[in-house]
Protein backbone atom coordinates (compact mmCIF):
# COMPACT_ATOMS: atom_id res chain seq x y z
CA UNK A 1 0.00 0.00 0.00
CA UNK A 2 1.81 3.57 -1.56
CA UNK A 3 1.23 6.34 0.51
CA UNK A 4 -0.97 8.97 -1.50
CA UNK A 5 -0.05 12.59 -1.18
CA UNK A 6 -2.30 14.85 0.88
CA UNK A 7 -1.71 18.68 -0.14
CA UNK A 8 -3.16 20.84 1.91
CA UNK A 9 -3.85 24.47 0.12
CA UNK A 10 -1.37 26.07 2.79
CA UNK A 11 1.48 23.46 2.37
CA UNK A 12 0.85 24.20 -1.50
CA UNK A 13 1.19 27.67 -0.68
CA UNK A 14 3.91 27.10 0.98
CA UNK A 15 5.76 25.26 -1.34
CA UNK A 16 5.64 27.44 -4.48
CA UNK A 17 6.65 30.51 -1.88
CA UNK A 18 9.45 28.22 -0.94
CA UNK A 19 10.99 27.54 -4.32
CA UNK A 20 10.46 30.96 -5.24
CA UNK A 21 12.89 31.91 -1.68
CA UNK A 22 15.59 29.37 -2.61
CA UNK A 23 15.23 30.09 -6.11
CA UNK A 24 17.05 34.33 -5.07
CA UNK A 25 19.00 32.85 -2.72
CA UNK A 26 20.87 30.65 -5.02
CA UNK A 27 20.88 33.09 -8.17
CA UNK A 28 22.53 35.98 -4.99
CA UNK A 29 24.85 32.87 -4.03
CA UNK A 30 25.62 32.10 -7.94
CA UNK A 31 26.24 36.54 -8.72
CA UNK A 32 28.88 36.47 -5.67
CA UNK A 33 30.84 33.37 -7.00
CA UNK A 34 33.79 35.40 -8.56
CA UNK A 35 35.75 32.00 -10.04
CA UNK A 36 32.48 29.98 -11.89
CA UNK A 37 35.30 27.56 -12.90
CA UNK A 38 36.05 26.34 -9.43
CA UNK A 39 34.68 22.62 -9.00
CA UNK A 40 31.91 22.26 -7.27
CA UNK A 41 30.81 18.51 -6.99
CA UNK A 42 31.94 15.32 -8.86
CA UNK A 43 33.66 16.28 -12.25
CA UNK A 44 31.62 19.85 -12.15
CA UNK A 45 32.56 22.84 -11.86
CA UNK A 46 30.30 25.51 -9.89
CA UNK A 47 28.79 26.83 -13.65
CA UNK A 48 28.15 23.46 -14.48
CA UNK A 49 26.27 22.43 -10.87
CA UNK A 50 24.37 26.18 -11.96
CA UNK A 51 23.73 25.55 -15.24
CA UNK A 52 22.38 21.77 -14.09
CA UNK A 53 20.03 23.74 -11.67
CA UNK A 54 18.77 25.87 -14.75
CA UNK A 55 18.04 23.27 -17.67
CA UNK A 56 16.41 21.28 -14.77
CA UNK A 57 13.99 23.98 -14.07
CA UNK A 58 13.34 24.23 -17.89
CA UNK A 59 12.98 20.57 -17.47
CA UNK A 60 10.28 20.81 -15.21
CA UNK A 61 8.41 23.79 -17.49
CA UNK A 62 8.60 21.64 -20.35
CA UNK A 63 6.62 18.57 -18.25
CA UNK A 64 4.08 20.86 -17.48
CA UNK A 65 4.09 22.90 -21.00
CA UNK A 66 4.88 20.37 -23.69
CA UNK A 67 5.26 16.52 -21.89
CA UNK A 68 6.31 15.16 -24.71
CA UNK A 69 9.12 17.01 -25.56
CA UNK A 70 9.92 18.96 -22.32
CA UNK A 71 13.39 20.29 -23.07
CA UNK A 72 12.37 20.84 -26.95
CA UNK A 73 15.94 18.75 -27.82
CA UNK A 74 14.99 15.34 -29.65
CA UNK A 75 17.90 13.48 -28.31
CA UNK A 76 17.52 14.82 -24.66
CA UNK A 77 13.90 14.32 -25.04
CA UNK A 78 14.37 10.55 -25.46
CA UNK A 79 16.60 9.86 -22.78
CA UNK A 80 14.46 11.87 -20.54
CA UNK A 81 11.50 9.27 -21.58
CA UNK A 82 13.34 6.43 -20.65
CA UNK A 83 15.55 7.17 -18.35
CA UNK A 84 15.97 4.72 -14.88
CA UNK A 85 18.02 6.68 -11.81
CA UNK A 86 21.47 4.62 -13.29
CA UNK A 87 20.86 6.55 -16.61
CA UNK A 88 20.74 10.04 -14.82
CA UNK A 89 24.40 10.74 -14.68
CA UNK A 90 24.64 10.10 -18.60
CA UNK A 91 21.18 12.00 -18.92
CA UNK A 92 22.60 15.09 -17.02
CA UNK A 93 26.24 14.97 -18.91
CA UNK A 94 24.16 14.97 -22.31
CA UNK A 95 22.01 17.66 -21.08
CA UNK A 96 24.86 19.62 -20.28
CA UNK A 97 26.14 19.47 -23.76
CA UNK A 98 22.86 20.47 -25.43
CA UNK A 99 22.84 23.58 -23.24
CA UNK A 100 26.17 25.01 -23.23
CA UNK A 101 25.53 28.47 -21.51
CA UNK A 102 28.25 29.11 -18.54
CA UNK A 103 28.00 32.62 -18.00
CA UNK A 104 26.90 32.88 -14.02
CA UNK A 105 24.66 35.92 -15.01
CA UNK A 106 23.02 34.27 -17.94
CA UNK A 107 22.52 31.36 -15.83
CA UNK A 108 21.28 33.20 -12.87
CA UNK A 109 18.51 34.62 -14.62
CA UNK A 110 17.60 31.38 -16.75
CA UNK A 111 16.96 29.46 -13.53
CA UNK A 112 14.80 32.58 -12.22
CA UNK A 113 12.62 32.47 -15.31
CA UNK A 114 12.51 28.51 -15.86
CA UNK A 115 11.41 28.68 -11.96
CA UNK A 116 8.78 31.18 -12.77
CA UNK A 117 7.26 29.43 -15.34
CA UNK A 118 7.26 26.42 -13.16
CA UNK A 119 5.46 28.34 -10.57
CA UNK A 120 2.85 30.20 -13.70
CA UNK A 121 2.12 26.86 -15.39
CA UNK A 122 0.77 25.44 -11.80
CA UNK A 123 -0.78 28.43 -10.71
CA UNK A 124 -4.12 26.92 -11.42
CA UNK A 125 -3.25 23.58 -11.56
CA UNK A 126 -4.57 21.08 -9.17
CA UNK A 127 -1.19 19.93 -7.11
CA UNK A 128 -2.13 16.00 -6.81
CA UNK A 129 -2.75 16.12 -10.76
CA UNK A 130 -0.43 13.19 -12.43
CA UNK A 131 1.68 15.05 -14.44
CA UNK A 132 4.57 12.81 -16.94
CA UNK A 133 8.06 13.12 -15.47
CA UNK A 134 11.12 11.21 -15.94
CA UNK A 135 11.73 8.00 -17.26
CA UNK A 136 8.05 8.23 -18.81
CA UNK A 137 6.81 7.82 -14.96
CA UNK A 138 3.92 9.87 -13.33
CA UNK A 139 4.26 12.28 -10.54
CA UNK A 140 2.05 14.32 -8.61
CA UNK A 141 2.63 18.50 -10.73
CA UNK A 142 3.51 19.31 -6.83
CA UNK A 143 5.92 16.99 -6.81
CA UNK A 144 7.73 19.13 -9.34
CA UNK A 145 8.12 21.87 -7.54
CA UNK A 146 8.83 19.73 -4.98
CA UNK A 147 11.45 18.20 -7.01
CA UNK A 148 13.31 21.62 -8.06
CA UNK A 149 13.49 22.98 -4.59
CA UNK A 150 15.35 19.32 -3.63
CA UNK A 151 17.84 20.38 -6.69
CA UNK A 152 18.28 23.81 -5.34
CA UNK A 153 18.92 23.37 -1.68
CA UNK A 154 21.31 20.45 -3.07
CA UNK A 155 23.39 21.85 -5.65
CA UNK A 156 23.10 25.88 -3.47
CA UNK A 157 25.20 23.98 -0.60
CA UNK A 158 27.33 22.62 -3.59
CA UNK A 159 28.21 25.88 -4.77
CA UNK A 160 28.43 27.13 -1.31
CA UNK A 161 30.92 25.04 -0.35
CA UNK A 162 32.99 25.31 -3.37
CA UNK A 163 33.31 29.17 -2.85
CA UNK A 164 33.25 29.25 0.92
CA UNK A 165 30.36 30.70 2.00
CA UNK A 166 27.13 30.12 3.76
CA UNK A 167 24.35 28.33 2.88
CA UNK A 168 20.95 27.32 4.93
CA UNK A 169 19.16 24.46 3.81
CA UNK A 170 15.88 25.35 6.29
CA UNK A 171 14.09 22.55 8.12
CA UNK A 172 10.74 23.90 6.73
CA UNK A 173 11.89 24.09 3.05
CA UNK A 174 13.71 20.49 3.22
CA UNK A 175 10.58 18.63 5.01
CA UNK A 176 8.84 19.88 1.87
CA UNK A 177 11.42 18.13 -0.60
CA UNK A 178 11.37 15.21 1.48
CA UNK A 179 7.19 14.62 2.00
CA UNK A 180 6.59 15.90 -1.31
CA UNK A 181 9.20 14.46 -3.99
CA UNK A 182 11.02 11.75 -2.01
CA UNK A 183 8.16 10.04 -0.75
CA UNK A 184 6.41 10.35 -4.05
CA UNK A 185 9.08 9.31 -5.99
CA UNK A 186 9.40 6.41 -3.55
CA UNK A 187 6.41 5.11 -3.26
CA UNK A 188 4.74 6.78 -6.09
CA UNK A 189 2.36 4.50 -8.17
CA UNK A 190 4.11 5.16 -11.47
CA UNK A 191 7.22 5.78 -10.16
CA UNK A 192 8.73 1.87 -9.26
CA UNK A 193 10.26 1.11 -12.71
CA UNK A 194 12.34 4.06 -12.23
CA UNK A 195 14.54 2.34 -10.10
CA UNK A 196 15.30 -0.27 -12.36
CA UNK A 197 15.44 -3.92 -12.21
CA UNK A 198 17.57 -4.12 -9.18
CA UNK A 199 15.13 -2.32 -7.07
CA UNK A 200 14.32 -3.78 -3.90
CA UNK A 201 16.96 -6.38 -3.75
CA UNK A 202 17.55 -7.77 -0.44
CA UNK A 203 15.98 -8.63 2.37
CA UNK A 204 12.89 -6.48 3.50
CA UNK A 205 13.67 -3.10 5.31
CA UNK A 206 11.08 -1.13 6.97
CA UNK A 207 11.98 2.19 8.54
CA UNK A 208 9.65 4.97 10.28
CA UNK A 209 10.46 8.03 9.22
CA UNK A 210 9.17 11.36 11.83
CA UNK A 211 10.23 14.76 12.18
CA UNK A 212 8.60 17.90 13.39
CA UNK A 213 8.20 19.25 9.89
CA UNK A 214 6.64 16.43 8.30
CA UNK A 215 3.95 13.63 8.60
CA UNK A 216 5.24 9.89 9.70
CA UNK A 217 5.44 7.53 6.89
CA UNK A 218 7.27 4.33 6.95
CA UNK A 219 9.58 3.76 4.03
CA UNK A 220 10.10 0.19 2.83
CA UNK A 221 13.18 -1.57 0.89
CA UNK A 222 13.68 -5.45 -0.02
CA UNK A 223 11.80 -8.39 -1.59
CA UNK A 224 11.76 -6.72 -4.78
CA UNK A 225 9.89 -4.04 -3.71
CA UNK A 226 10.83 0.18 -2.85
CA UNK A 227 7.81 1.98 -1.34
CA UNK A 228 6.13 4.35 1.44
CA UNK A 229 3.67 2.82 3.53
CA UNK A 230 1.06 4.68 6.43
CA UNK A 231 2.77 4.44 9.99
CA UNK A 232 1.65 1.35 11.46
CA UNK A 233 3.09 -1.58 13.64
CA UNK A 234 5.72 -3.81 11.97
CA UNK A 235 9.00 -1.31 11.75
CA UNK A 236 12.15 -2.28 12.14
CA UNK A 237 13.48 1.00 12.84
CA UNK A 238 12.07 4.28 14.03
CA UNK A 239 14.18 7.50 12.73
CA UNK A 240 13.70 10.97 14.07
CA UNK A 241 14.85 13.20 11.86
CA UNK A 242 15.84 17.03 11.26
CA UNK A 243 14.91 17.48 7.53
CA UNK A 244 17.82 19.57 6.19
CA UNK A 245 20.45 16.93 8.00
CA UNK A 246 18.64 13.99 6.48
CA UNK A 247 18.79 15.30 3.21
CA UNK A 248 22.46 16.02 3.10
CA UNK A 249 22.60 12.54 4.04
CA UNK A 250 20.47 10.70 1.96
CA UNK A 251 21.71 12.40 -1.23
CA UNK A 252 25.57 11.80 -0.04
CA UNK A 253 26.50 15.51 0.62
CA UNK A 254 27.45 14.77 4.44
CA UNK A 255 28.23 11.70 6.37
CA UNK A 256 25.35 9.80 7.99
CA UNK A 257 27.64 9.26 11.06
CA UNK A 258 28.43 12.96 11.32
CA UNK A 259 24.12 13.35 11.41
CA UNK A 260 24.03 10.79 14.31
CA UNK A 261 26.82 11.94 16.15
CA UNK A 262 25.04 15.70 16.14
CA UNK A 263 21.49 13.75 17.07
CA UNK A 264 20.01 15.21 13.96
CA UNK A 265 19.07 12.10 13.16
CA UNK A 266 18.08 9.61 15.59
CA UNK A 267 17.55 5.70 15.09
CA UNK A 268 15.41 3.88 17.63
CA UNK A 269 13.30 0.80 17.84
CA UNK A 270 13.44 -2.84 17.78
CA UNK A 271 16.10 -2.91 15.76
CA UNK A 272 17.54 0.30 15.09
CA UNK A 273 20.36 -0.56 13.01
CA UNK A 274 18.21 -0.93 10.28
CA UNK A 275 17.72 2.51 9.41
CA UNK A 276 21.35 2.51 8.96
CA UNK A 277 21.23 -0.28 6.08
CA UNK A 278 18.16 1.71 4.92
CA UNK A 279 19.98 4.94 4.65
CA UNK A 280 23.12 3.30 2.66
CA UNK A 281 20.87 1.18 0.31
CA UNK A 282 18.48 4.13 -0.37
CA UNK A 283 19.47 4.99 -4.31
CA UNK A 284 18.27 8.59 -5.18
CA UNK A 285 18.39 10.88 -8.63
Given at each position: MDVRLELTEHRWHDLRTALAAATERFADLLLSCRDPDLPAIGHWSVAEVAAHAAIVSRMQAGFLRSPAAPLGVPEIDRLLASATLGDFARLNDAA?????????????????EGVADVVELSADADPHRSARWLGDSRMPVASLLAHQLNEILLHGWDIARAVSLPWRVPSAEAALAFEVFLVQLLGGEHTGHLFGDGSGRGRRLRVEFRSAHTTPVVLVSGEGRVGADPPGGGADARVRFEPGALMLTVFRRTPLARAV????????????????SYLRRMRTP
Open positions: LRAFPERSPEVLARDLRATGRIVATGPRPWVAV
